[in-house]
């Protein structure tokens, strides 16, 4: 009986060991028994290091993933950094937070909001405020809303998504909705990233797909209770049929425009109520609720998120948005989810980042951008008492010089909170939850008019160098 030759099974099987070996080097990091485990690598041996002598392909994707164990920030980066910071420091007693500008010319990173606020008597301003858990339910977003609506003139909640884990206790507007297929950037699951909004998400009728905005007078009724114009925005698939209507009259069926590009349909009038419902082949992101003239800001929450799904949201429909709906101010506000108490080098999320910044500024060439630093989060020292987390700070100068290295407008939420263990104070008097990490409405609308008052200020020159 001759042999079974089983040299190519052994080739293919070492091929297959080695392969997915290579691939465990992506894989997060874990910790166990308060121990963190390091990361598999089989080319350890010869990847490039650092002058710490750390492998600098570890450091970049440990620094997305939260964690930095034995890396330490380059000497020379850690120089920068100190020095974007200038004098600053914790306390606030000196006076109200200001806006540092970090624009690359003689103009200033925040003159093209300024200049739309001069015009809102004749026009809507539109302000995005993108952010996480930190701003969702228009904690913080609502009261700012309301301060510079009241100021600005202007009406409605704004941006509205078919769905949002806030809608329960969103108090600003009401939302009710059934039959869609639900899809988030933080969910694993059927996810289509070139398929969302800026929102991060995007809504598929699995039958018939219903949603009603209800306006609301409890909050704001000044600027809540009713809305101007109504715009649906969607997309065709081919088959999407939508019907819409205001104040619980008759729906009237919706003329869905060409497949494969973003739609909008408004409504106009003295609005109070949206229903809406759709069937077929389609997506439906949301509804924007507006007055005619004024402020406009929309809130972009997206829990568990750190902002760098906005670089993934495609390029056909962010230049299709900006055209119907172009902003004057964007606003940035994450952090949460990316501050670790294992790190302290977040270079290879700010790289990511900027990235992201620069899709900003591409899309809407008219906006000021203001990157918000990381809010205040506090766990218990090994004196027993709330500090803030240990690598908040150092997430807080990267942010910084994020905002140096693009050149825009940037605003120390930590400090104007009160720096060192804030949100262990706002805790105390009511103002955030137990987690140390979450504001309340009360909380947000005590930062909401710190951040109001800075929007509407001269902001301060940053150290340019």
């Known amino acids: 009986m001759q042999e079974r030759n089983n040299i190519q099974k052994s080739f293919w099987l070492t091929l297959l060991s080695v392969s997915l070996l290579l691939l465990l080097f992506f894989l997060p990091r874990f910790s166990l028994f308060e121990r963190t485990m390091r990361r598999v690598n089989l080319l350890s041996d010869v990847m490039r290091k650092n002058a710490d002598g750390n492998i600098i392909a570890e450091a970049a994707i440990d620094s997305i993933q939260g964690y930095s164990d034995s890396l330490t920030v380059d000497s020379i980066l850690e120089a920068e950094l100190a020095s974007l910071s200038g004098t600053a420091t914790d306390s606030v007693d000196e006076g109200p937070v200001l806006i540092e500008d970090f624009a690359m010319s003689d103009t200033s990173a925040m003159l093209k909001f300024h200049q739309a606020l001069i015009e809102s008597g004749n026009r809507q301003v539109r302000i995005a405020f993108f952010g996480d858990s930190f701003i969702e339910g228009d904690i913080l977003a609502g009261h700012l809303r309301h301060l510079l609506q009241s100021r600005y ?27 869609w297929s639900v ?27 219903r949603l009603t905005i209800r306006c609301q007078s409890t909050y704001y009724p000044e600027q809540l209770s009713h809305v101007d114009e109504a715009t649906l925005f969607y997309l065709n698939s081919g088959s999407l049929e939508l019907s819409a209507g205001m104040n619980n ?38 509804v924007a609720m507006d007055g005619a003239t004024g402020i406009s800001l929309d809130n972009y929450c997206l829990r568990g998120s750190t902002g760098l799904h906005l670089g993934d949201v495609p390029e056909s429909y962010a230049l299709s948005f900006s055209e119907v709906r172009p902003y004057d101010l964007i606003m940035l506000e994450y952090g949460l989810n990316i501050a670790s108490k294992k790190s302290n080098d977040y270079s290879g999320y700010i790289h990511s980042m900027t990235k992201v910044i620069n899709k900003l ?24 008492q709330l500090h803030t987390m240990k690598g908040v700070e150092s997430l807080i100068r990267f942010q910084r010089k994020l905002a140096h290295d693009c050149g825009i407008a940037f605003w120390d939420t930590r400090r104007a909170m009160g720096g060192e263990g804030a949100i262990a104070r706002f805790e105390e008097k009511g103002m955030a939850g137990k987690d140390y990490t979450h504001i309340n409405s009360k909380g947000g609308n005590y930062l909401a008019e710190l951040l109001f008052d800075a929007l509407i200020s001269d902001v301060k020159p940053g150290n340019k160098k």
């Open 361 to 384: 500024k591409k899309y809407f060439p008219g906006a000021s951008i203001l990157l918000l630093g990381a809010s205040d989060r506090d766990e218990k020292g090994d004196d027993g």
């Open 153 to 179: 003139g202007g009406k409605g909640a704004g941006w509205v998504e078919v769905s949002n884990v806030s809608d329960r206790f969103r108090a600003t507007v009401k939302a009710e909705n059934g039959g």
């Open 183 to 209: 899809h988030t950037a933080v969910d694993n699951h059927d996810f289509v990233a070139s398929s969302q909004s800026f929102a991060g998400s995007y809504f598929l009728p699995d039958s018939i797909g």
């Open 249 to 286: 009259g008759r729906k009237e069926t919706v003329e869905v425009g060409e497949p494969g590009r973003l739609q909008t349909y408004i409504l106009s009038g003295n609005i109070n109520r949206v229903d809406l419902e759709a069937t077929g082949g389609g997506i439906v992101y949301g």
